[in-house]
């Protein structure tokens, strides 16, 4: 398994696909003004606060207030309190915690009255982006996040992901960062710190510490709303979360992005810096590496997936939903429902791609095909978990329901990627649709091999408009009729029909009767 980070620069804004094995798992989009980002710290003025909601609103420089609610203050956020009003007043003249004197922990069934009152200023942190009408929500429990670990202050805490299984690498690295964190600070050991050594480790929390310094330094004076700490672009996010061995290929066309990410790379994997590359090719950089394509065929309401299945995703306000249709896959050596199951299964590892690619958030309502057998039913489940294992994004699920549904909950931090795939019909110059063009060869190849398969052919004739005729056919050894002959197993013949639209095509057999397609 190998991964490419393929990153687009833009007059207005930064493109980042992540590829595994060639295929786009992952889509960003990152405006040139990267602020209000999750991660960011800023320090905001606490505008309003509400009793009935127990929550305030802060000032934190948005249009919009974000949204502070009590269970999101931290059990020290006294200290933090006290800390930020130190600092800005310049009473306080080291970054260091050690003779920091921590107020009493908060009561976490207690009132936000209690705590805050309009006027006050606070270091927060942005938990989710601006998202439609709302605001950014806030939180007061501060974390820096580096390469190995996660740097959380006013606590002595150490805790190891649950995702290292060895005891006894728990035990090393819990031993080890006490002896190096400094005092007054917390640390989350992340998974990719099992078998480090001490020096990596020791350098990764030395960045953090450095963080620490620099927001207490641009606190000294400082006047709310104002950013603090801006969290790091997404491309460098992405390395810092996922960079390991099976990383390939850094590739970007723009130099200043090129030479930020080789800068990051010496700090965290001084190996590797070579696996960033400047691309100067005079073809778009998401055309060369097959990103378009990709995008095309990937954010469409509708969802190829192969041999005709197919999902149908909508997007609502409350909640998204999939549907999940075979199409015309059927195998006529398996039962009803061994096919549903199969069908199944290959949906469920799509509809994982899916909403990692779209970043869909909140509640997702996934429509199965029914199946019986529970014992179907639970080996589809687990499927489904297994397919969503590497997602980043916190979630869970529920088992199917007796109606097929399977519901899931995603964290949802920042708005859901779009990308609108229609295009202007040629034909009617702009009052209607059509689905993006890119992809009317391989809708066409799925559709004949759906035709080839069910009904027995070796012989298939396609009427299209010349233009595409002349697309397909074009090139002596490898044109597109060519490949699609290989890949379906069968003989084509495309016939150019003027009176087609550009992107019409019909099915006959060799005795030139129309063939029907659902």
Request: aromatic fraction near 8%; glycine fraction near 6%; hydrophobic fraction near 40%.
């Given at each position: 398994?190998?991964?490419?980070?393929?990153?687009?620069?833009?007059?207005?804004?930064?493109?980042?696909?992540?590829?595994?094995?060639?295929?786009?798992?992952?889509?960003?989009?990152?405006?040139?003004?990267?602020?209000?980002?999750?991660?960011?710290?800023?320090?905001?003025?606490?505008?309003?606060?509400?009793?009935?909601?127990?929550?305030?609103?802060?000032?934190?420089?948005?249009?919009?207030?974000?949204?502070?609610?009590?269970?999101?203050?931290?059990?020290?956020?006294?200290?933090?309190?006290?800390?930020?009003?130190?600092?800005?007043?310049?009473?306080?003249?080291t970054a260091s915690l050690k003779n920091f004197k921590l107020e009493k922990s908060i009561d976490k069934d207690g009132k936000i009255s209690d705590t805050l009152k309009s006027g006050d200023?606070?270091?927060?942190?942005?938990?989710?982006?601006?998202?439609?009408?709302?605001?950014?929500?806030?939180?007061?429990?501060?974390?820096?996040?580096?390469?190995?670990?996660?740097?959380?202050?006013?606590?002595?805490?150490?805790?190891v992901s649950q995702k290292i299984a060895k005891n006894e690498e728990k035990v090393r690295l819990k031993k080890l960062i006490r002896s190096i964190k400094p005092h007054g600070f917390g640390v989350i050991i992340r998974t990719v710190a099992t078998g480090k050594k001490v020096a990596e480790l020791d350098q990764d929390l030395k960045n953090l510490y450095k963080k620490w310094q620099s927001i207490?330094?641009?606190?000294?004076?400082?006047?709310?709303?104002?950013?603090?700490?801006?969290?790091?672009?997404?491309?460098?996010?992405?390395?810092?979360?996922?960079?390991?061995?099976?990383?390939?290929?850094?590739?970007?066309?723009?130099?200043e992005i090129a030479q930020e990410l080789k800068d990051y790379l010496v700090r965290i994997s001084p190996k590797q810096e070579k696996i960033?590359?400047?691309?100067?090719?005079?073809?778009?950089?998401?055309?060369?590496?097959?990103?378009?394509?990709?995008?095309?065929?990937?954010?469409?309401?509708?969802v190829t997936i192969k041999n005709g299945t197919y999902l149908v995703i909508e997007h609502t306000e409350a909640l998204h939903v999939i549907d999940v249709n075979s199409g015309k896959k059927v195998d006529a050596k398996k039962d009803q429902e061994e096919n549903a199951l199969e069908v199944n299964i290959e949906a469920a590892k799509e509809i994982a791609r899916q909403l990692r690619l779209r970043d869909m958030g909140g509640i997702i309502v996934v429509d199965f095909i029914d199946?019986?057998?529970?014992?179907?039913?639970?080996?589809?489940?687990?499927?489904?978990?297994?397919?969503?294992k590497d997602d980043r994004a916190k979630h869970s699920l529920t088992p199917p329901s007796k109606f097929g549904l399977i519901e899931i909950t995603r964290q949802r931090v920042r708005p859901a990627t779009k990308v609108v795939t229609t295009e202007v019909c040629p034909s009617c110059m702009g009052t209607g649709k059509v689905d993006a063009s890119i992809n009317i060869v391989q809708n066409l190849e799925g559709q004949a091999s759906s035709l080839v398969r069910n009904i027995g052919l070796d012989k298939l004739r396609i009427s299209v408009h010349p233009y595409l005729e002349s697309y397909l056919t074009k090139g002596i050894f490898f044109n597109e009729k060519k490949k699609i002959q290989k890949r379906i197993g069968a003989k084509i013949e495309f016939l150019p029909m003027f009176e087609n639209e550009i992107l019409e095509y019909h099915f006959y057999d060799s005795d030139g009767k129309e063939l029907e397609v659902e």
């Open positions: 398994m190998k991964f490419d980070l393929i990153i687009d620069s833009r007059s207005s804004e930064v493109v980042i696909a992540l590829l595994r094995d060639g295929q786009l798992i992952e889509l960003h989009k990152q405006k040139h003004d990267n602020n209000f980002s999750v991660g960011d710290i800023y320090l905001g003025k606490i505008k309003k606060v509400v009793p009935g909601l127990n929550a305030a609103f802060v000032n934190v420089g948005f249009e919009r207030d974000g949204f502070l609610h009590y269970l999101d203050l931290g059990s020290k956020v006294n200290s933090l309190k006290k800390y930020t009003e130190k600092a800005i007043t310049e009473k306080l003249n200023h606070l270091l927060l942190q942005i938990s989710k982006e601006p998202i439609s009408t709302k605001g950014p929500r806030l939180t007061a429990e501060l974390s820096l996040a580096g390469r190995y670990m996660v740097l959380t202050p006013f606590s002595d805490k150490v805790s207490h330094k641009k606190l000294k004076g400082a006047k709310a709303p104002k950013k603090i700490l801006g969290e790091l672009n997404r491309s460098s996010t992405i390395l810092r979360d996922l960079l390991d061995a099976k990383f390939n290929n850094i590739v970007v066309n723009n130099n960033v590359k400047l691309y100067k090719g005079e073809t778009p950089i998401f055309q060369k590496y097959n990103v378009t394509k990709q995008i095309k065929g990937a954010f469409g309401k509708n199946m019986r057998k529970p014992a179907h039913r639970k080996q589809l489940f687990n499927h489904m978990k297994a397919a969503m």
